[in-house]
T-cell receptor, first 117, second 114 residues
């Protein structure tokens, strides 16, 4: 069965610091990869996604993620965080070759990011 | 405004009681999903529905039931068989149940046991 690992449970940074949140998945075949974000009091929403092509994908609010197939990783990065980036971040993977129950998104356990002003 | 509406925001369940969480969407999406979110556990799939009158079990379906009689509605019943129901429940939808469709989420229902 596929799994998604997010290594950091809680990350605390000061404003302007650089951010990298780790995400590793277990499946060796073709995958679609996502980062979702949940800001305090708001709905969970899509931050960025990777399906194919350029392994460096850019999302909203200056976030980017790099797909490294050899490392089964899809780490999220931002060069300079802001207080408004305080949120919980979820990595998710989906196998595009499967329908039914195997075609569902699998989420990591999430990483809470706290940015100190 | 298009979106997903979950109600109630907070729900309390007595021992032995069944409770139903509402999820309505006006996005004209075919697929709908129920997730359970526990602190430090991420999101786990309870049930999903790819189309009206069809639904499938997810990873943690025991103690839950669903129906999909209308495209826009996908209610979740937490039955008395669910021994640890306290959690945050998220409903989501997507245009289709395919690999490149992003999920739209509701604001969630916090269920607690009295």
């Amino acid at each position: 069965a596929q799994s998604v690992s997010q290594h950091n449970h809680h990350v605390i940074l000061s404003e302007a610091a650089s951010l990298e949140l780790g995400c590793n998945y277990s499946y060796g075949g073709t995958v679609n990869l996502f980062w979702y974000v949940q800001y305090p009091g708001q709905h969970l929403q899509l931050l960025l996604k990777y399906f194919s092509g350029d392994p460096l994908v850019k999302g909203i609010k200056g976030f980017e993620a790099e797909f490294i197939k050899s490392k089964f990783s899809f780490n999220l990065r931002k060069p300079s965080v802001q207080w408004s980036d305080t949120a919980e971040y979820f990595c998710a993977v989906k196998n595009p070759n499967y329908g039914g129950s195997q075609g569902n998104l699998i989420f990591g356990k999430g990483t809470k990011l706290s940015v100190k002003p | 405004d298009g979106g997903i509406t979950q109600s109630p925001k907070y729900l309390f369940r007595k021992e032995g009681q069944n409770v139903t969480l509402s999820c309505e969407q006006n996005l004209n999406h075919d697929a709908m999903y129920w997730y359970r979110q526990d602190p430090g556990q991420g999101l786990r799939l309870i049930y999903y529905s790819q189309i009206v009158n069809d639904f499938q079990k997810g990873d943690i379906a025991e103690g839950y039931s669903v129906s999909r009689e209308k495209k826009e509605s996908f209610p979740l019943t937490v039955t008395s068989a669910q021994k640890n129901p306290t959690a945050f429940y998220l409903c989501a939808s997507s245009l289709r149940h395919s690999s490149n469709e992003k999920l739209f989420f509701g604001s969630g229902t916090q269920l607690s046991v009295l």
